[in-house]
Nanobody
Framework: QVQLAESGGGLVQAGDSLTLSCTISGRAPSNPAMGWFRQIPGEEREFIAVHSFSGSYTLYADSVKGRFTISRDNTRNTVVLQMNNLKQEDTAVYYC??????????????WGQGTQVTVSS
């Protein structure tokens, strides 16, 4: 069984930074791409960023490009999302993902439980 454990969510003010971390454990798929989605209540989950297993390839949603940075440490099976200059519209539940390279929900094989990020004005 695969588990994705997220940490780092919380309440911050607009303009602040926050770092989310996610560690994969269990019978993880080989060479998984790892990334993040987010979801606002009443809306569908939205792709945020993805990082390849090797080669440091990354993709970002236009809404976060230039503000968010995804990185990973394969020795620790961890992916990190550094979020800078946060805006109120970044408020959502953030989900760690593992699976195939891509930006749609179809590329995701495993989801984390989610961590709440709230940005106040």
């Amino acid at each position: 069984q695969v588990q994705l454990a997220e940490s780092g969510g919380g309440l911050v003010q607009a303009g602040d930074s926050l770092t989310l971390s996610c560690t994969i454990s269990g019978r993880a798929p080989s060479n998984p791409a790892m990334g993040w989605f987010r979801q606002i209540p009443g809306e569908e989950r939205e792709f945020i960023a993805v990082h390849s297993f090797s080669g440091s390839y990354t993709l970002y949603a236009d809404s976060v490009k230039g503000r968010f940075t995804i990185s990973r440490d394969n020795t620790r099976n961890t992916v990190v999302l550094q979020m800078n200059n946060l805006k109120q519209e970044d408020t959502a539940v953030y989900y760690c993902t593992a699976g195939y390279w891509g930006t749609t929900r179809h590329s995701v094989q495993y989801w984390g439980q989610g961590t709440q990020v709230t940005v106040s004005s």
